[in-house]
């Protein structure tokens, strides 16, 4: 075999922040703009929608509350109202504390007892 010189990388004058053999010189970086931001999650998204304030109408008077504590207060509302979805969304919700129990609950005696216990007058109160 021949000797043939070595050959060494030959580099354009434009490449700058690189040294002689193509490599980067320290504190340099070939993404100077760092990377992308990432795209916002789902998550994070309602998070920061939730937790805007609002303002609603609460026993006459104006109250500023997040968005997500205005939405508790509504599906509260419309349970006291004997709205079975809403009752059946706030047992849901809450049955967690009861890991244990598989009883079934009837929500019809549950709606009854909010009827009984809640008159009209007390409903139209609440302007929520």
Known sequence: MKNQPEKTPVLSTNQSGRDSGGRWKPGQSGNPAGR???AESWSVLFDQE???LVDVIEGGEKVRVSVKRAI???LITKALGEDLRAIREILD???SLDQGNDETIDLSEFAELIANNYSAESNNDRRF
């Open 36 to 38: 992308p931001p990432k």
């Open 72 to 74: 508790v207060k509504l």
């Open 50 to 52: 939730l937790s805007k």
């Open 93 to 95: 919700r809450t049955s």
